[in-house]
């Protein structure tokens, strides 16, 4: 009876050291049968996003009271290694399917209508805050450098090494902005800088900050976080 | 004829996969909470080596669990199965629960008794409101108004939560039942013979 019960235990504490031992997406570039597995799936579940997206739903949004203080800085390096963009000489770099792909300055991005919103951010780990942005709608955008908005997805990269993509449809939300201002003020470096993309149908890593680079494409571009095995669309 | 079993194969069929299911979502929900737990505590086991494969095990194994309990609900209406629930008087419920507890409780073959009644009855409410709960987490904004009737995302990850400590405590009752009463065990998986 001592004997089993050890073995149990043994069993439970080989359990918690190696949790399924290969079935933890812990290495994108060697997937096992598990991670093919875990991989279909995801495909599946964005697909049934896709349809389940409705662009006239729009996102909860809340009164000024409600906002987080202080907001919560969440990136995959510490608070004080956010990359610094210099402001004067920011231009937004374009590719892909768009006919003028003349890089955007901060005054240029500001010239455009402004809107505003105080949304809720949902980040994958579960956690949730409440902001308050302010910037250009990704559409009017789109339609100001002559996208092709036929195509199936928005791309982006950022001054620190991030990247990330979404689809053409959740592109075209009314609520789908690029950042200039947080909280009234414009972006500081931690909290994306000088501009963020900011998404609120969709997963907080979804909304990547210090934008550089934005293209529209029909390859898939995939993601910092996309690619280790979040789930790709993670609309909300 | 009614075949003479005591617990019909699409009863046993669903069961089983269940269990895998549930082991599955259980599993990779602790993984999940650990990412930001919602009390004082982590769980030591989880299912997915990181954040990222939790989320991945368990947005696929809900889809094995919703399929696998719709199949189960239309078989349970569909064969009548469900009247084996009804019906629970308060009074009959604590006469079996006073007998469980001092070990004299009568096992019928076939027949749910009145504190079967109420806990299969009980985890099956349970895992229902884990799967709402769990949607409304999932897609807050398009399933904006699922969301809203559990009282908003931050409420709905306590109400998912709470329902899987119900499903598990449910578990620990169930098996520490069928290891004080084994022979209810081969007839779910063999499907018995009524006498």
Known sequence: ?236 | MRARVIHPWPLRLTHWLNVIAMVMMIGSGWQIYNASPLFNFNFPVGIGAWLGAGIAWHLAAMWLLVLNGLIYLVWSLASGHYRKFFPIRPRAVLADLGAAFRFNLKHERGVYNAVQRLLYLGVLLAGLLAVLSGLSIWKPVQLWFLCDAFGGFFIARYVHFFAMTGICLFILVHLLLVALVPKTLPPMITGGRLP
């Open chain 1, 1 to 236: 009876m001592i004997q089993r019960r050890s073995l149990l235990l043994r069993a439970m504490a080989l359990g918690a050291a190696a949790p399924l031992g290969g079935c933890n997406y812990e290495d994108p570039a060697h997937p096992d049968l598990a991670d093919k597995f875990l991989h279909a799936m995801s495909a599946w579940n964005d697909r049934v996003q896709e349809a389940l997206f409705d662009p006239r739903t729009l996102a909860p949004t809340f009164r000024a009271d409600q906002i987080t203080r202080p907001p919560r800085f969440n990136a995959f390096y510490s608070i004080d290694q956010a990359p610094v963009v210099d402001a004067a000489s920011y231009k937004l770099e374009l590719g892909g399917q768009i006919q003028s792909k003349t890089g955007w300055s901060l005054a240029q991005l500001r010239a455009l209508p402004q809107h505003e919103q105080i949304t809720r951010f949902v980040c994958v780990e579960g956690w949730r805050v409440i902001g308050q942005w302010s910037g250009v709608r990704l559409s009017d955008f789109l339609a100001h450098v002559g996208a092709d908005t036929s195509c199936k997805y928005v791309s982006f990269k950022c001054a620190d090494g991030y990247y990330s993509s979404i689809d053409m449809p959740s592109a075209l939300h009314p609520q789908t902005i690029l950042a200039l201002d947080f909280l009234g003020q414009p972006l500081t470096a931690p909290f994306g800088a000088p501009v963020r993309l900011r998404i609120p149908i969709k997963l907080g890593f979804k909304n990547p900050k210090s934008i550089i680079q934005l293209a529209v494409t029909n390859v898939y571009p995939g993601g910092y976080w996309e690619d280790q095995g979040y789930n790709w669309f993670s609309g909300s």
